[in-house]
């Protein structure tokens, strides 16, 4: 069963940081693209970044380019997003989800909440 | 802002059928047949329910169809039923320096 487990979200202040992991499972991590798309409290989903199987291609919405990295360990069979330069903007359930063409198993978020 | 434009809202009775529609432009919808349609319930997680503007992913129900013309894409819903009820969010490739834009969704009530 295909599985994809988010952590490390919690509360941070302005201008801090956090790195999120997606522990993935049930599906050979290594072959998949992967992406972050995050849905800020009671709006709609946004795309924040993606990176090819191999990270050979990354790819950053403009709105967290510079700020945001995102990786992958494939022998850990996990994705990482280390968020830098933390906004009040950028509060929001944070989505792994595997898949470029095909976006068909997303986790089941973690929640970033910046304020002061 | 959203990149794509959805109703905000759409609405029908159980066993008819609705359509969403879901507009961009010649630089997203228009120019790559990589129209998704998720479903989402409150507090869940996103479903991919159609992907290449008109494939379903397996054990999606084909009463769930989608189209595109020109820049507009359509997510189709026959038969409604109750459990239908979510919002619906359309998300297309627009190359690879945007990559994806999502739209603003639209919520279905099941009346």
């Known amino acids: 069963e295909v599985q994809l487990v988010e952590s490390g979200g919690g509360l941070v202040k302005p201008g801090g940081s956090l790195r999120l992991s997606c522990a993935a499972s049930?599906?050979?991590?290594?072959?998949?693209?992967m992406n972050w798309v995050r849905q800020a409290p009671g709006k709609g989903l946004e795309w924040v970044s993606s990176i090819s199987s191999s990270s050979s291609y990354i790819y950053y919405a403009d709105s967290v380019k510079g700020r945001f990295t995102i990786s992958r360990d494939n022998a850990k069979n996990s994705l990482y997003l280390q968020m830098n330069s933390l906004r009040a903007e950028d509060t929001a359930v944070y989505y792994c989800?595997?898949?470029?063409?095909?976006?068909?198993?997303w986790g089941q978020g973690t929640l970033v909440t910046v304020s002061s | 802002q959203s990149a794509l434009t959805q109703p905000a809202s759409v609405s029908g009775s159980p066993g008819q059928s609705i359509t969403i529609s879901c507009t961009g432009t010649?630089?997203?919808?228009?120019?790559?047949?990589?129209v998704s349609w998720y479903q989402q319930h409150p507090g869940k997680a996103p479903k991919l329910m159609i992907y290449?503007?008109?494939k379903r992913p397996s054990g999606v129900s084909n009463r769930f169809s989608g189209s595109k013309s020109g820049n507009t894409a359509s997510l189709t819903i026959s038969g409604l039923q109750a459990e239908d009820e979510a919002d619906y969010y359309c998300?297309?490739?627009?190359?690879?320096?945007?990559?994806?834009?999502f739209g603003g969704g639209t919520k279905l009530t099941v009346l």
């Open positions: 989800a595997r898949g470029v063409v095909v976006t068909d198993y």
């Open positions: 010649s630089s997203d919808v228009g120019s790559y047949n990589l």
């Open positions: 998300c297309s490739y627009a190359g690879s320096s945007t990559f994806w834009v």
């Open positions: 049930g599906f050979t991590f290594s072959s998949y693209s």
């Open positions: 290449e503007g008109s």
